[in-house]
């Protein structure tokens, strides 16, 4: 999948179809897309692509890797270039970006060889064919080298400032919901005293020393969600800096405690490990380090129930102790209590029966999506009432599934829709919405 900046895809850098500055190109689906520009990928810049716009503009794009050879200005397009533009992906048209860069000597090789006979007006034999016979095979035999994937991000991050390809931790966050509590935009002041565990790409590290001269770091964890800092305090750094676990690009399983400090939020760690690519699965032995307290237990209960019932049965009647259901409401299924009858797919409507809405947007990573919807589910379950409650989901695709669930306590309504809205973030909203039954009857009987 392309990535998407504002709704837009982004699409790689291409020595046959980059301008040097972005441009807008338009997708096979009909959409317009963002195409990089050359002259953005780190190391490269505008002087040294204008040759080779200039190239391909009067002699057409490159047909292959020795045609996109003897036809750049090895002056313009040194190795240090040759080299960002096919870490970068710019040249993955022409063949392996592993074979590429494995053969930049003898590509460069070639293009001073070209360069040498262009300015001296001698013509090689390879021009000697023209039109007349068919082409000779080619003096470039580039073997095809793979590259692991995860090389393969670190070098767009470096040369282009972001990851195209994939985000690293896209992987490693399925095999991985298992046991992890909190994506890092839900590590807030809700969790404030509470131990959570979280996981991401190590994005930064910034080495400091406390007033008594022991080294610490500030680790910045990237997930798909966002980012969030981790103090790794003195007794730590130092055996997991030796273990090889702080180094950029490291995927980290934290169980992390989160303080408040005046108005600054730390999320200090306490135990790491990283995630093993091979296995799919943390790389220590010994999880039950990672066991939570707080609401631990909470979620985890809310994780152990269903979320989606049968639908050859309609769900029972909650009793008590016994938590609502969510229930896909479809346009055919009878009735079965006004809370739960709602029409499918539309957005809220504003009016109706007072209640409560919780929106939620679907992202691309559909293990914390599951974990959100948990822990709205649960954090309903701790006031249950009579005020209905609906719950949207927002679909990538631009559809809107809506569900019914039980109902909740009116006088707890102001307080959960704090936290809830503090759960949600910018990944959705909760609000109080419709008539409340006394206004209504009061309208009517002032009618």
């Known amino acids: 999948a392309l990535p998407i900046c504002l709704g837009i895809p982004v699409m790689a850098p291409d020595v046959n179809r980059s301008e040097a500055n972005f441009t807008i190109e338009p997708l096979e689906d009909g959409r317009d897309g963002i195409r990089y520009g050359l002259a953005q990928i780190k190391n490269v810049g505008a002087g040294a692509v204008e040759g ?24 313009e397009i040194n190795k240090r ?8 992906g710019a040249m993955d048209c022409l063949g392996s970006r592993g074979g ?54 670190q070098w767009e991050k470096e040369l282009l400032g972001t990851y195209l390809s994939e985000h690293p931790f896209q992987q490693a966050s399925q095999h991985l919901a298992e046991w992890v509590t909190h994506t890092l935009s839900e590590v807030t002041a809700e969790l404030v005293g509470q131990e959570a565990v979280i ?22 964890l990237e997930d798909l969600s966002g980012q969030t800092e981790v103090v790794v305090w003195s007794d730590q750094y130092e055996p997991w800096k030796a273990r090889g676990l702080l180094f950029e690009g490291t995927v980290l399983m934290m169980k992390v405690s989160v303080r408040q400090r005046g108005d600054r939020l730390t999320v200090a ?26 609401t631990a237990s909470r979620l985890r209960a809310a994780e152990d129930s269903p979320a989606y019932p049968s639908p050859a049965a309609p769900p029972p009647e909650p009793g008590p102790g016994r938590r ?3 229930r896909i409401v479809l ?47 649960a954090l309903l379950d701790e006031h249950q009432g009579e005020t209905p409650v609906e719950i949207v989901i927002r679909q990538r695709g631009g559809a809107s599934t809506r569900l019914g669930r039980g109902g909740i306590d ?5 307080e959960l829709l704090k936290r809830l809205r503090g759960l949600l973030g910018v990944l959705g909203e909760a609000r109080e919405t419709g008539v409340v039954a006394s206004d209504a009857l009061a309208v009517a009987a002032g009618g």
Do not use: W
């Not at 270039?81 to 970068?88: F, G, N, S």
């Not at 996981?199 to 500030?218: E, M, N």
């Not at 990573?365 to 822990?375: Q, V």
């Not at 009116?410 to 102001?414: F, H, I, M, R, T």
């Open 52 to 75: 080779l716009l200039a190239e391909r503009r009067s002699g057409g794009t490159f047909a292959h890797l020795e045609d996109f050879a003897r036809r750049i200005s090895a002056r």
């Open 269 to 294: 760690a306490a135990e790491a490990t990283p995630y093993d690519y091979e296995s799919g699965r943390p790389a220590d032995i010994n999880l039950s380090r990672f066991v939570v307290r707080g």
């Open 81 to 88: 270039v040759l080299e960002a533009l096919a870490r970068a």
């Open 199 to 220: 996981a991401g790409t190590v994005a930064g590290i910034r080495a400091l020393a406390t007033k008594q001269g022991k080294a610490f770091a500030a680790v910045t």
């Open 410 to 414: 009116p006088s707890a309504l102001e």
């Open 331 to 377: 346009p055919d299924e009878p009735a079965a209590e006004p809370s739960d009858v709602l029409p499918s797919a539309p957005p809220a409507d504003l009016s109706g029966p007072h209640r409560l809405v919780v929106t939620m947007e679907e992202t691309t990573d559909e293990a914390a999506d599951l974990r959100r919807l948990r822990r709205i589910c």
């Open 324 to 326: 609502p259901d969510l």
């Open 100 to 153: 590429i860069i494995g053969g930049l000597d003898r590509i460069l090789s070639l293009a001073q060889q070209e360069q040498r006979l262009r300015e001296t007006g001698q013509t090689s034999m390879f021009d000697l064919f023209g039109a007349q016979v068919a082409t000779p095979l080619p003096a470039l035999e580039i073997e095809s080298i793979a590259v692991p994937q995860q090389q393969l991000l």
